[in-house]
């Protein structure tokens, strides 16, 4: 069970946080041991737990995080009176929760990355690896500004390929909502005027006709089975198989396909460069690499050239026997193996993928707005022609 306390150190600075304990009486002896001074104890609700410990620590807090700490490390503070005091000032309460509980795993005696690494779904994979690796190098500060690079560029990686999909997603619901909301509200009474006239209705109008008479008439029943499609391709989504197959299927996408799959490689060059400086063994590196893939599909292709590599096969050559991989990286991480500068191959080969995922994702906005216009003017166009067509030809009827 957790409870909340609120209390004062031994050096009479108030802090808050929360224990895991199986009573009440076990949570103040915790505290005790601290020789802490209790001024509140109460045990946290189910819901209040769940809001708190659910999910990852955002990414910008965390980098924030890691240089601050980094920074009172190298002026001469200790470890725990720096957790406190980011502790204190952080504006994310879920890593001020998580930095308390840190805090009393330290003092107890264990490891930062012990302590870390009990929070494994909070932090990154390889954060509490690389702290372990800080800590017996005596190199802290240096591996968490390592580490605040590694979350920057992973960062701006993610917010440039979601920047370039927002505008053209943007126009493509505006625009559908702006099409349905004619056809529903909008030309349904025009419609029917036409309807009442005895005259031969151009092609264009009777479509029209048609299809707000269905709306009119069906409407619930499409919005019915829109959120039943969309519901059940989301629990499809979430099963195994579903993944599998949206994954296998967005690589056959034109230019979508690419960006996955170069965001990929550039991510994993990116996290084995810095794993193979920090002193980590290459098959280690690859546990952890294949662990962060997203992707089934590349996640599969590299848990079959981990398991190649640790049979003494390398790794270049595994990655050539398989499509998926792109040439250039497999020539790089063969030149790597032979030289022996992979950590820096794969530095240059992150920043490669990164510059082409930047350009892939230009290319794929370029070609999705003048798309998109195309679309929205024939809809429009089609909308335009139908309505406008009758009007001629009963006027003509008229004169």
Known sequence: MAYRYVAYTPQGEKTEGEVQASTEEAAEELLWDQDYLIVSLEETSEREGLHLFGGKIATRDLIVFSRQFATLIESGIPIVRALHLLQEQTENRRLEQILSEVVVDVQQGAFLSQAILKHENA???????????GE??????MVLRQLATYLEKEEALVHKIRGAMAYPTFVLVVALGVVLLMVIVAL????ELFSTFDAQLPLPTRMLIA???????????????????????AIFFRTETGKAFFDRLFLKVPLVGKIIVQGAV?????????????????PEIMEMVIRTQSNTVIKEALSEVHTELLQGEGLSDPMGERDIFPPMLVQMVRVGEETGALDSNMDTLAIFYEEEVDRAVDALSGAMTPALTIFIGVLVGFVAVAVIMPMY????DIG
């Open 393 to 396: 030809s009963l006027m003509g």
């Open 123 to 133: 932090f990154p994979m390889l954060y509490g690896r690389l702290i372990a690796v």
């Open 188 to 191: 349904p009474p025009l419609m």
């Open 136 to 141: 017996r190098a005596g190199n802290l500060e």
């Open 266 to 282: 550039a991510r994993m060059c990116r996290s084995i460069a810095t794993l193979l400086r920090a002193g980590i063994a290459l």
């Open 211 to 233: 299809i707000t008479d269905f709306f009119a008439v069906y409407k619930f029943h499409v919005l019915g089975g829109l959120i039943a499609v969309v519901a059940a391709g």
